[in-house]
């Protein structure tokens, strides 16, 4: 069975601009979730979301936001970009009462 | 809302000696408690979890401890290997449904051939 997929898996844009970032869980998963990895540390979490809902958000500002579509895949949009959003966007999907599965990630690098 | 701290932040041992990573929590109603395993360029890997109505679960060489009352949780790896060399992250939830995980800063961990 494929894992989480994620696309894409490198992205290169510069201060000020708009990013989406899109992740399909795995078969049968309907809960996606979004961290966001900075180089050297643990994964912060973003977004929950389930049966396209947001369940929980983490301690980000409002230019991140996301979506659930309904074959349970999600977006990460993240507006007017700084240099301090360069990291690696992890997706993990699960089942509502099990463990969470990661994607590869994207590493976005904003310059 | 929850802090959970790791330690150490980077260990190294040789092949075949034990490894251990310890975490302590904040928040008293966390009561799940999983492990990840992260290579370079890749997603973290769940290698262990436990809830909190257990003291102690075991996967062949990867054993995790959980003292609720001291708020601290550990990995123990036996036998290490080479290919045990990553970095390995712990983190609480207080859903059990494991999601919204507050993650450790991590500890790389190498074995020396």
């Known amino acids: 069975d494929a894992g989480v997929t994620q696309s894409p898996t490198h992205l290169i844009k510069t201060r000020g601009q708009q990013v989406t970032l899109r992740c399909s869980p795995i078969s049968g998963h309907k809960s996606v979730s979004w961290y966001q990895q900075v180089l050297g540390q643990g994964p912060q979490f973003i977004f929950q979301?389930?049966?396209?809902?947001?369940?929980g958000r983490g301690n980000f500002p409002d230019r991140f936001s996301a979506r659930q579509f309904p074959n349970y895949s999600s977006e990460l949009n993240v507006n007017a970009l700084l240099l301090g959003d360069s990291a690696l966007y992890l997706c993990a999907s699960s089942l509502v009462d099990n463990e969470q599965f990661f994607g590869p990630g994207t590493r976005l690098t904003v310059l | 809302g929850e802090n959970v701290e790791q330690h150490p932040s980077t260990l190294s041992v040789q092949e075949g000696d034990s490894a251990v990573i310890k975490c302590t929590y904040s928040d008293s109603a966390s009561n799940y408690f999983p492990w990840y395993k992260q290579e370079l360029g890749k997603g973290p890997q769940l290698i262990i979890d436990i809830r909190s109505n257990v003291g102690e679960k075991k996967d062949q060489r990867i054993a995790v401890t959980l003292n609720k009352t001291a708020k601290h949780f550990s990995l123990h790896i036996t036998e290490t290997q080479p290919e045990d060399s990553a970095v390995y992250f712990c983190?609480?939830?207080?859903?059990?449904?494991?999601?919204?995980?507050?993650f450790g800063g991590g500890t790389r961990l190498m074995v020396k051939p």
């Open positions: 979301y389930y049966e396209k809902e947001e369940r």
């Open positions: 983190a609480a939830s207080t859903n059990n449904a494991g999601n919204m995980l507050t």
